[in-house]
């Protein structure tokens, strides 16, 4: 009925003011951690990223982990936040990015990732979508939380103005399946 520290993980290139592990999810034996301030030097001051670790042993609950990948936007920029959320489910990572401005002024977004292999807990990730509100509009914040399940996608946007200032709204996303 106890719990055992097992691991701690930090990121690789982790550095002063990063906030690595301010989102983290987990599903079977991948674990997606957000950096929302990371200074990735191709994005910017405060642009973001998100890291994926697998287990070194797939379903040994003592074994060590890895850091096998590195997300980012690939048209990020400074102060997105992109990692600000993180939800990871199966083979789809879904990364949150509150202050983009797509759609004006921290707007905000959401960017779905798939493992290249299926369940290859080795595989590399790759950027499959970049998902906005329809009536996305400056200071929303959409991508401030994310969570998936399957097919589905849900995105927060705590600034949404639709019931007042502040009020805040939900958008559910479905995966188009062949």
Not at 2 to 22: E, I, M, R
Not at 83 to 109: F, L, M, N, P, W
Request: aromatic share 8%; hydrophobic share 35%; glycine share 14%.
């Amino acid at each position: 009925s106890g719990w055992t520290q097992v691991a701690k993980l930090t990121a690789n290139d982790g550095a002063q003011g990063d906030y690595f592990g301010h989102s983290v999810s987990i599903d079977g034996d991948t674990t997606v951690i957000g950096a929302k301030s990371d200074d990735d030097n191709v994005r910017g001051s405060n642009s973001g990223s998100a890291y994926v670790f697998t287990r070194d042993t797939a379903g040994d609950l003592a074994s060590g982990w890895t850091q096998v990948a590195k997300l980012t936007a690939d048209d990020g920029a400074a102060s997105d936040g992109f990692g600000i959320s993180v939800s990871i489910d199966g083979d789809t990572v879904v990364v949150g990015a509150h202050a983009d401005d797509d759609k004006g002024s921290q707007s905000g977004s959401a960017y779905v990732f798939t493992r290249d292999a299926a369940s290859d807990l080795a595989s590399g990730w790759t950027h499959v979508a970049k998902l906005t509100a329809d009536d996305g509009a400056a200071y929303d914040e959409f991508g401030f939380s994310v969570s998936i399940d399957g097919d589905t996608v849900v995105i927060g946007a705590n600034k949404d103005r639709d019931k007042g200032i502040n009020s805040g709204s939900a958008y559910v996303f479905t995966r188009a399946t062949a």
